[in-house]
């Protein structure tokens, strides 16, 4: 069976319990209300005279603290494979690469310090949010952008190292945005990069599709998406990198747990936020959704242990170093320095796209 969930108590209950917890100056049972049931928000900006811009403020603020938690602890066991990859040294300029809620950079930023630490991410409430956590934090050598990395336009060979903690496989046009990685760093600089191996290696993902499917196939995203999942074939991540700039590429493969939460009804919440879950429960009845749920209950029981609900994962750890001769820009065939600065003058990032060019997604596994 699975846990008692807050999310399935009847709706009066929820919303009393939330108004109490209102009244009491705790506004996040609200908030989850909202998000979880249509309507919800608009009623609350009615009813509290809030702009619905600033309740959808609150919501998106209320994910970004949710994914932190999830996606942060779900992956720590990786943190010093990636670290170690990194090599980072006192006084390195360093880019954390689809940066999320900042956590990872703000390692980065203690391995690095006094070097800068820059963090860029496509999401802005995980921005914003990143960007709280930080303050206050200690590490005042850590900035955080806005911004797309595969476009972004940072100074070409500002950096010694791009890292990125399971953000990289969100490119929707890995080549290009790999190379825009390669200029912005100094020839020789290096890249590492933590992005899942396939299906197969990943018991957590397969083990919750099977349980809500029950039977049913699981649907599979075409090969080469962008996805948790674009990256997973070895000899695609060598040629991409290969093709983007870079030079010595290693990669290798991992296995670490990965923690779905402290308990039973900690894992159940974050399950419930995977896209494939959703995807698995959308057009179900009430009986087979009801049933879906208990099978992945009872698998969630069955991974829990003394430190928590732990599933197998794999990954690829992968390095490499930036070409050293300098490469032309595609769009002008000028060196990147030049075209950088050309390419700010005329309002184009420097590998020509338009700014507003946006791949990423803030779904930590839209698997
Ligand atoms: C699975 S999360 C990982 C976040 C963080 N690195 C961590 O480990 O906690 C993937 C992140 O990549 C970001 N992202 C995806 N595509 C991006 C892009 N093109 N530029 C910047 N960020 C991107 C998403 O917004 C999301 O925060």
């Not at 209320?62 to 996606?71: I, N, P, S, W």
């Not at 490499?320 to 060196?335: L, N």
């Amino acid at each position: 069976m699975p846990p008692p969930s807050p999310s399935r108590a009847p709706l009066s209950d929820r919303l009393d319990s939330a108004l109490l917890a209102l009244a009491s100056g705790r506004r996040r049972p609200l908030l989850e209300l909202a998000r979880d049931v249509p309507g919800v928000a608009a009623e609350m900006a009615r009813q509290f005279a809030m702009a619905p811009a600033a309740v959808a403020y609150d919501l998106s603020m209320l994910h970004a603290a949710e994914f932190e938690q999830r996606t942060e602890a779900l992956t720590a066991r990786y943190d010093p494979l990636l670290l170690e990859r990194a090599g980072l040294g006192p006084g390195d300029a360093v880019l954390d690469v689809g940066c999320g809620a900042g956590g990872f950079t703000a390692e980065l930023g203690r391995a690095a310090a006094p070097g800068p630490v820059v963090g860029i991410d496509v999401a802005p409430p995980l921005v914003a949010r990143a960007r709280q956590r930080l303050r206050g934090a200690g590490v005042g050598n850590v900035t955080i952008v806005e911004g797309d990395a595969a476009v972004h336009d940072f100074e070409a060979g500002s950096f010694d190292v791009a890292v990125s903690r399971f953000a990289a496989m969100y490119f929707g046009h890995p080549v290009p945005a790999f190379a825009n990685l390669a200029r912005t760093l100094r020839p020789g600089g290096r890249l590492a990069l933590l992005v899942w191996r396939a299906l197969e290696a990943n018991e957590w993902l397969e083990a919750v599709g099977e349980a809500l499917a029950g039977g049913r196939p699981v649907p599979e995203r075409p090969a080469g998406d962008p996805g948790a999942f674009a990256l997973a074939d070895e000899a695609t991540v060598r040629a991409v990198l290969a093709e983007a700039g870079f030079d010595d590429v290693a990669v290798d493969a991992v296995d670490e747990p990965v923690v779905f939460g402290a308990d039973v009804e900690e894992a159940f919440a974050f399950v419930s936020t995977l896209d494939l879950s959703r995807r698995m429960l959308e057009g179900l009845d009430a009986p087979s959704r009801r049933a879906a749920l208990d099978r992945l209950g009872d698998v969630l029981v069955a991974h829990g242990g003394d430190e928590g609900v732990l599933f197998g994962s794999g990954a690829w750890v992968v390095s490499a170093a930036a070409r050293s001769e300098v490469q032309p820009s595609r769009s002008t065939g000028q060196p990147p320095a030049a075209a950088a600065s050309r390419s700010r003058r005329s309002g184009l990032t420097a590998t020509g796209w338009p700014q507003a060019a946006r791949s990423g997604r803030s779904d930590p596994l839209s698997a």
